[in-house]
């Protein structure tokens, strides 16, 4: 999260190969576009004007996809299918493809019952403290299904008003790291 306001997240998705998108912008990978939105973004249209200004290429070969927010609420999902970048509306993201088309629902069934959870969670009530939301990301968080070596690799709740993010490692959601940006 930068001053602004503006989350920015990656997220895994189980795919291969990673892309490489070739149109003929500039390169940039995943996480050096995490960078770049930071420094110059100060919300989702502009992060998502930034993205569409590069060719991506994944991090270490894997899948991903961007979840952008920013502090007016307006939240976003970034994907890149086909050479093309796709943008979808969307105020959850977990681990599968959300952009309509060939590649929609591609990741794992898990993930997308722990999306329409988050989903329906949200949609009774939109307006979570910070402890509520890591109580929802909790209720979610894979030792929940019968994953019996696989778990959440990390949750963040984020606090656009304060500029406190907390970061919770490997669902320990009882120990938190607290990282605040400049003014919000």
Not at 34 to 40: E, G, H, I, S
Request: glycine fraction near 6%; charged fraction near 20%.
């Amino acid at each position: 999260m930068n001053e602004k306001g503006l989350c920015v997240a990656v997220l895994m998705i189980q795919d291969r190969p990673g892309f490489q998108q070739d149109t003929g912008r500039p390169d940039l990978t995943t996480t050096t576009a995490v960078r770049l939105l930071l420094d110059k973004a100060a919300d989702v249209e502009e992060a998502v004007d930034l993205l569409s200004q590069y060719d991506m290429h994944a991090s270490a070969g894997m899948m991903v996809h961007f979840a952008l927010a920013d502090a007016s609420g307006h939240s976003v999902v970034v994907e890149y299918i086909d050479n093309e970048m796709a943008v979808t509306e969307t105020p959850v993201v977990t681990n599968y493809y959300l952009s309509p088309g060939e590649k929609y629902g591609i990741g794992t069934e898990e993930s997308k019952i722990r999306y329409t959870m988050l989903d329906d969670m949200l949609q009774s009530d939109s307006s979570y403290s910070m402890d509520g939301m890591r109580d929802a990301l909790d209720s979610v968080s894979k030792h929940n299904f019968d994953s019996e070596f696989a778990s959440t690799e990390w949750s963040i709740v984020y606090n656009q008003s304060t500029g406190e993010a907390r970061y919770y490692y490997r669902e320990n959601f009882q120990q938190y790291y607290s990282f605040i940006t400049g003014s919000p």
